[in-house]
């Protein structure tokens, strides 16, 4: 699995690391990424899902259900 959000949709993006001499080769910024189980109440199981720091407080804020529910609308989980 690649390295999205499943809340937010967030992913690793591109740059350039800059020596002191000006030299630019290419990187990447991987997100915060942290794999969590959360309990769904009305269907009473846990779910799994890979998250980042923003989507961890996004679902603090508006709940779990809620999220998930919005991450499907957009596409980000099947």
């Not at 800059?18 to 030299?23: E, M, P, W, Y």
């Not at 990447?28 to 799994?48: A, C, G, S």
Request: charged letters at 25%; hydrophobic letters at 35%; proline letters at 1%.
């Amino acid at each position: 699995m690649s390295r999205i959000c499943q809340i937010t949709g967030k992913q690793s993006m591109v740059g350039n690391n800059v020596s002191h001499a000006n030299n630019k080769t290419k990187r990447r910024f991987h997100i915060n990424l942290q794999t969590k189980k959360f309990y769904l109440p009305e269907e009473k199981k846990w779910v799994t899902l890979k998250v980042s720091a923003a989507g961890i407080r996004n679902i603090n804020k508006i709940g779990v259900t809620e999220a998930i529910k919005r991450a499907k609308e957009k596409g980000y989980i099947q």
